[in-house]
């Protein structure tokens, strides 16, 4: 059985895995800007197909552009709540609406906000060439390979901060709320999949429930 309740029996690797949380509270102390590399340049040694690298992390340090992300986020939450009461939706769907909007709103103020992307590129991975020869149907494959990408990259980058001290979020609901902040110049050169906060946490939230091995594993 894995050792869960004795930390004594855990490596460092464990310990970084099972202690991390989704961090949103932090601070206001910002952590030291030399940081930063580390944190890339973990997230630079996933894997990847064919070594190809795609994923890119820019960082929000502008007020103004976060300004106009919350505007944004603010003014799409009141439209879609609108539309809700409009159309006679369930207020169930409201209260969906208003809480996704917290765990969206809460990155403008992070001490650090990063959006993560991959690189948009005319570089063709080995099912785009089967495709082009004729010899595989086009399907959502190549995105799904690029978020594959992400994910692994987002997760060594979460390990590091958490081996920093430092708590962390991902989030995705902004780019629900807010589809059209693709389309601003700073984020031309990527396809953004989500949005990354970090900082020095100012909360200890429990573990939330996590699946049993049996219900994770099976072997054919």
Known sequence: MFPLENNQQMS?????IYSRRSIRQYKPDRPPDEWIESLIMSAAQAPSPSNRQ??????????????LIHKALISSKE?????????GISKKIKNLIQSYYRFSAFMIDAPWLFAV????????????????AGLADQHHHSDA??????????????????????GTCILTAPLVFVPDIKKMPEFSHINLKCFITAGFPDESPPSPPKKNF???YAEI
């Open 145 to 166: 390979y690029m978020d594959i990408c992400v994910g692994l990259s987002v997760n060594f980058f979460l390990l590091k901060a958490a081996e920093l001290g430092l």
């Open 214 to 216: 049996s219900e994770l």
């Open 54 to 67: 795609p994923v890119r992390f820019v960082k929000i340090s502008s007020e103004n552009k976060k300004q």
């Open 117 to 132: 992307g991959t690189e948009n590129t005319n570089d063709k991975s080995f099912f785009d060439r089967l495709v082009h």
């Open 12 to 16: 460092t690797l464990d310990q970084l």
């Open 79 to 87: 439209h879609l709540i609108a539309r809700q009461q409009l159309l």
